[in-house]
């Protein structure tokens, strides 16, 4: 990726290379060529990322800079084609949200009493039918 430092990478401007991008895809490839850059030399790349301390997503953001770079280079014409080619390896997972929710079932019906009869709490007594 020869010339990856444009005119604003230069000092003062580190905030205009993404993180990704100066952190883990110019380390290994910013001095190699753009038509050199093979899809095993990517595969190998990811697979080291994934070895590390970085979480998943992280690892899938540097793919996606990679691969927009390299995206550009093709509709450039720089190279004919992207080594990045793994489905899906540009994609952040995350886990699911668990919402609680309520229970289905019918609410159950209050106890009863030792009469029988239902026995209700005493601002309910009328309500049950009971002795005001």
């Known amino acids: 990726m020869d010339g990856h430092q444009g005119a604003h990478a230069g ?47 992280t ?12 995206d550009g280079a093709v509709d450039a014409g720089l ?16 886990a699911e949200i668990q919402i609680a929710r309520r229970s289905r079932s019918p609410p159950s019906p209050p106890p009863s009493g030792p009469d029988g009869r239902r026995s209700c709490s005493p601002p309910l007594t009328r309500a049950c039918g009971g002795a005001s």
């Open 11 to 57: 000092a003062g401007h580190a905030g205009s290379v993404p993180v990704p991008l100066r952190r883990h895809v110019l380390p290994r490839f910013g001095q190699v060529p753009l038509s050199r850059i093979t899809a095993a030399e990517v595969q190998a790349w990811l697979a080291d990322l994934h070895r590390t301390e970085l979480s998943p997503n």
């Open 79 to 94: 190279i004919a084609r992207s080594p990045c080619t793994l489905k899906g390896a540009g994609t952040e997972r995350h």
């Open 59 to 70: 690892v899938a953001k540097a793919y996606r800079c990679l691969r927009g770079a390299m």
